[in-house]
């Protein structure tokens, strides 16, 4: 069974509107670095951190680079080639990806987007079916560690619980999704996912660096992103998924973290 933790939203919106997502370039919790607007087989992307995108697509598609905001650049240009070329594995970092030294997470060498990108790549998307994907960096709570690497945080380590089975993975710490229905409907979807296990106080996550009130503090801050997502929004409703078994053995305690947000599991 998958292990994640997803917050989902339905959003009355007549049309896609990315300005939903704008709270999330203003706060210190979460450093927007790259995004990927699809539409059908086609994507338009800008900035870095797309790698997890491209993965999941499972596709190497043509990516098209948003042309308002950056019509000559070699160094993204590259960066797209190495996107649409290379081989994905679950271990593969990020041009601009760098596994830490001391404890496993990684982090990202990456420009921050500006919140202009929104506008942009709202002009681009037509049509039922359109989905933008928001990645960046976590500022993660980490027990005796002061380093601001721990601010940066793209992919947390991910430990199997398996007795049999002790590989660490990378995980994607967390990413937003916003679409509209293929089917042509009134209401807009938003998801903020996480197949990370740093919000759990029994995972010891990050080879035990993360106990339980390090874990407190960075589902709060979990729960914190998913209200400002939604924050100006007219929400038809919202449901929490977390299906392993991992995550319900703390159900209260992420039940607590949301409060009244969550209409539904």
Not at 191 to 208: H, P
């Amino acid at each position: 069974m998958s292990q994640y933790i997803a917050f989902h939203a339905s959003l009355r919106q007549p049309n896609l509107d990315l300005a939903a997502l704008g709270p999330l370039f203003r706060t210190e919790l979460f450093r927007p670095v790259g995004i990927a607007g699809a539409f059908g087989q086609a994507s338009i992307v800008e900035g870095y951190g797309l790698e997890p995108y491209v993965d999941d697509r499972r596709t190497r598609s043509r990516l098209s680079p948003l042309q308002s905001l950056r019509p000559e650049d070699g160094r993204h240009r590259a960066y797209l080639r190495f996107l649409e070329e290379g081989g994905t594995t679950t271990f593969r970092l990020d041009m601009f990806e760098t596994a830490h030294m001391d404890y496993p997470l990684t982090v990202l060498d990456a420009p921050t987007l500006s919140e202009d990108v929104l506008t942009s790549l709202s002009n681009e998307l037509r049509g039922p079916g359109s989905v933008v994907r928001l990645y960046g960096t976590f500022a993660l709570c980490v027990s005796g560690v002061e380093a601001p690497d721990t601010l940066n945080a793209f992919r947390a380590g991910v430990t199997s619980h398996q007795p049999q089975d002790k590989a660490i993975t990378f995980r994607l710490i967390l990413s937003i999704s916003i679409g509209q229905r293929a089917n042509g409907g009134k209401d807009v979807y938003l998801s903020v996912f996480s197949e990370s296990d740093v919000w759990l106080g029994c995972a010891q996550a990050l080879g035990g660096r993360i106990g339980p009130m390090e874990a407190e503090a960075n589902l709060a801050r979990f729960a914190l992103l998913t209200r400002l997502s939604c924050s100006g929004a007219d929400i038809v409703s919202t449901h929490l998924a977390c299906p392993s078994p991992l995550f319900l053995r703390e159900r209260e305690r992420i039940e607590n973290a949301f409060g009244t947000q969550i209409t539904a599991w």
